[in-house]
C-alpha cells in the first residue's frame, strides 16, 4: 500500500478529518536507524503525526516536532515538508535507537514509560516570517494524545489524533494515524459523533491490517458525514541535509578547533542524525573551510 496523506471535510458540520498510511516511511527509517521494535513503535508514531500535520501545510512551510522527555528513548524528532504539489516528505530518529521495553499491562508497546515526563515542541517554519513554536507537558507519553493536546491549547483547535505502529523484530507491518479536527462554528450534533465514533473506533493498525488505506481510515471515523476531498498527498522519506549545512555546522566549531581536527585526523566524518548519510573531510578540506 503507498503512503499517502487523505484530507478531507464538510462545510456544512464544520469538521476536518486527515488520514495517513505510513508504513514504508517508518520502514525506511527503522532500517536506517536500526531501531529496536519499541523505538520503532515511538518514532513511528510521531513520524506519521508530523506527516498529518504536514497534510495541512503550504509551499516551502515545514513542521518539527521534538518530544524531550525523560524516559530512557531520550529525545524524539520529526520533521514533515512540501516537497511539491503532490508529496509530503518526512523524517525522523531517536536519540537512544535501541530501547526496548517490556510490554505494557495491555500486552502493547510501553511507549508512554519509554518516552517517560517532559515537553512537546512543534515549529512550524514559513516561507517568510518568523517561525511559530508552541510547547506544551507531556500528558501521557503515547504521542497521540500529547498532539491533541498540543493542538487544542497552544492552537486552540479540539481534536482527536489517533496514531499506531505494528512492528516486530523483523521489521514494520503498518503504521498510520488520523487527526479530526472540529472547526470554528462546527455543528454540535456532528461533533458529538464524531467524538462517539473516535472512542469506538478500532486501533489504526487492526483498520490498516484489516485493508483500509488512507481513504479508508478517515471514513472509519467519520463514518456517514458527507465529506469533500480537500487533499491527497504521496508521502515519502527525504532528508534536508546537505554538504553545506554539514560545513556550516564545521565552522561554527570555530578555527582552532578545525585545525586540530586536521591535525590529528586524516580524514573526519559527520553523519546526518536523521537519514544517517556520512560526510567526509579530508584535512586539506578543513583548513580551506577556514580560509574561504
Known amino acids: 500500500m503507498r503512503d ?12 476536518a478529518v486527515i488520514g495517513v498510511t505510513a508504513t514504508e516511511l517508518v520502514r525506511e527509517i527503522r532500517d536506517r536507524h536500526d531501531l529496536a521494535p519499541l523505538a520503532t513503535a515511538a518514532v513511528g ?15 516551502r512551510e515545514r513542521v518539527s516536532i521534538q518530544i524531550a522527555g525523560d524516559g530512557p528513548l531520550g529525545n524524539l524528532f520529526a520533521d514533515a515538508w512540501l516537497v511539491d504539489e503532490e508529496t509530503i516528505g518526512a ?21 508512554s514509560r519509554a518516552v517517560g515526563t517532559g515537553s512537546l515542541q512543534v515549529t512550524k517554519i514559513y516561507a517568510v516570517g518568523q517561525p ?13 494524545e500529547d498532539l491533541a493536546a498540543y493542538l487544542l491549547h497552544s492552537e486552540q483547535i479540539p481534536s482527536a489524533v489517533a496514531l499506531g505502529v505494528l512492528a516486530n523484530p ?3 507491518i503498518a503504521a498510520g494515524g488520523i487527526l479530526a479536527q472540529v472547526l ?77 581536527m586536521a591535525r590529528a ?28
Not at 4 to 15: F, K, M
Open 4 to 15: 499517502r496523506a487523505v484530507s478531507l471535510y464538510s462545510p456544512v458540520a464544520g469538521i
Open 45 to 59: 508514531r510521531l513520524v506519521a503525526g508530523a506527516a498529518l500535520f504536514g497534510a495541512g501545510l503550504k509551499d
Open 91 to 111: 523524517r525522523g530518529f531517536a536519540r537512544n535507537p535501541h530501547v526496548d521495553l517490556a510490554l505494557n499491562e495491555h500486552g502493547k508497546f510501553d511507549v
Open 132 to 144: 511559530y513554536r508552541g510547547i506544551v507537558p507531556i500528558v501521557s507519553g503515547e504521542i497521540a
Open 170 to 172: 523483523d521489521g514494520v
Open 184 to 260: 470554528p462554528g462546527a455543528d454540535e450534533r456532528a461533533a458529538r459523533e464524531l467524538e462517539r465514533r473516535a472512542l469506538a473506533m478500532s486501533p489504526v493498525t487492526q483498520l490498516m491490517h484489516d485493508g483500509a488505506d488512507a481513504e479508508g481510515l478517515v471514513q472509519a471515523l467519520a463514518g456517514g458525514l458527507e465529506l469533500q476531498e480537500h487533499r491527497r498527498l504521496d508521502i515519502r522519506f527525504g532528508c534536508l541535509c546537505s554538504r553545506e549545512k554539514v560545513e556550516a555546522a564545521l565552522l561554527g566549531l570555530g578555527a582552532k578547533d578545525l585545525r586540530e
Open 265 to 292: 585526523h586524516e580524514t573526519t566524518h559527520a553523519s546526518c542524525e536523521y537519514c544517517k548519510r556520512d560526510y567526509s573531510f579530508n584535512a586539506e578540506q578543513l583548513v580551506a573551510l577556514i580560509v574561504r
